[in-house]
């Protein structure tokens, strides 16, 4: 299984973090080695990383004979190229995946223009891309995320890949899978199977997405796509006036994504913005409530608990502020701030598990190299036909997280 040698592309600190990226809650499949290397199967090869301060290196490790064809099989399968792989379009790959082209900095200084609050927090976390993942994944994961960890969900792809998905081969020893297509997971013994490995109910949820999604005629999901963020080797085209609720083809997507089990609204949006790049996608968890709470003016009135109406109040309320990448920004702003509480508590920052199984509740731990800090991310969904109250983390002091009292 042949390697390519470690190339290089320039990249700043400022315009790409991969210890931020990679662990921020949009991915679960890297691996992140003791030198520093992340990798991951992509594309029918083993695809690594590693970052300095001027430059972010990569190389891919390609099988000669691929078992099964790369991610994504089943999203786009008219995408991808049969046999052998062209080591020359690592680079593409990798410029595309971490979504290298557009100026960060200069986002960055557009957002903070239209929002002081943004202006204030995010110096604290430059860095912060959003990936350009196989959609097919992101729903995968999101499902798999409901009222878990991140540590489980990335147990669970890991399961997922190593039962259902082709092993592309081996790096520093270790093997590594690629994701499994819906028609892999659609077979009536996988919720079984899935139940036995620890899925618990989203093990129904996984096997009846797949089948909903193999139904659809090849290519749906990625037919939902922005196209001003098309899947690989696919031409660019304009995807139409940004409204204040967002752009049709995003509104579209999101609705078709609520038809799928286990998708609800806060699900939907982070495949809309995470695996089919509409940027304009705001995802709202309770920590998200929190922000807009104390720093927007949310949480009076007719907009006191997060309800369906207050959700989408919340999104259009970032859109009308940071425009069409407004996703991106309240991901920045939302990782700003929680590295700040981190900053003085030390190791992390705790937060309530929710009550209901069926909610998504996703407890995501971030790491930053640089001061070796763990965050703790709640991130919750909720059901369209129900009213959720939610109170706010309180804050000493001392910046020392407490828990909030049960109603």
């Not at 994504?72 to 690592?90: F, K, L, Q, V, Y």
């Not at 991901?331 to 981190?342: E, K, M, N, P, Y």
């Not at 209901?356 to 995501?364: C, G, Q, T, Y």
Request: aromatic share 8%.
């Amino acid at each position: 299984m042949p390697a390519l040698q470690w190339r290089k592309l320039p990249v700043s600190l400022t315009e790409l973090c991969l210890d931020t990226t990679l662990r921020c809650g949009q991915s679960f499949r890297w691996r992140k080695s003791d030198d520093d290397i992340w990798s991951c199967a992509i594309r029918g090869r083993i695809l690594s990383l590693r970052q300095d301060s001027t430059h972010l290196h990569y190389h891919a490790t390609v099988p000669q004979h691929p078992e099964a064809p790369p991610t994504p099989p089943s999203s786009a399968p008219d995408s991808i190229a049969e046999g052998h792989i062209d080591n020359d379009d690592t680079e593409a790959l990798v410029y595309h995946y971490l979504n290298l082209a557009p100026d960060l900095t200069s986002l960055y200084q557009q957002w903070s223009t239209a929002d002081t609050n943004f202006k204030k927090k995010a110096p604290r976390f430059t860095g912060v891309r959003i990936l350009r993942q196989d959609a097919w994944e992101a729903l995968v994961g999101f499902i798999c995320s409901s009222n878990n960890n991140i540590l489980r969900i990335s147990q669970m792809m890991e399961k997922l890949c190593v039962h259902y998905g082709p092993l592309i081969g081996h790096f520093e020893t270790k093997p590594y899978y690629d994701m499994p297509s819906p028609a892999s997971l659609s077979h009536p013994n996988v919720e079984a199977h899935l139940r036995q490995l620890g899925f618990g109910y989203r093990a129904k949820y996984l096997y009846q997405t797949a089948v909903l999604v193999q139904e659809h005629e090849s290519g749906w999901l990625d037919s939902l796509r922005n196209p001003e963020s098309p899947i690989l080797g696919r031409k660019i085209f304009p995807a139409g006036e940004m409204l204040s609720g967002g752009r049709k083809g995003y509104r579209a997507a999101h609705e078709e994504l609520l038809a799928l089990q286990g998708v609800g609204p806060k699900v939907a949006d982070c495949v809309c913005l995470m695996g089919l790049g509409w940027g304009e996608a705001v995802p709202v968890d309770t920590h998200v409530w929190q922000i807009a709470q104390r720093d927007y003016k949310f949480g009076k009135g007719k907009h006191r608990s997060l309800t369906k109406a207050t959700y989408d109040a919340v999104g259009d309320h970032f859109r009308s502020l940071w425009g069409k990448e407004a996703g991106w920004a309240h991901s920045v702003l939302f990782a700003a701030d929680l590295r700040a509480f981190s900053s003085r508590l030390n190791t992390k920052v705790e937060v309530l598990e929710m009550k209901k199984e069926e909610d998504e509740d996703v407890m995501i731990d971030t790491c930053f190299k640089s001061e070796k800090i763990t965050e703790s991310i709640l991130k919750r969904e909720f059901q369209e036909d129900e009213t959720v109250t939610m109170g706010v983390e309180e804050i000493s002091t001392t910046r020392r997280a407490k828990r909030r009292r049960r109603e």
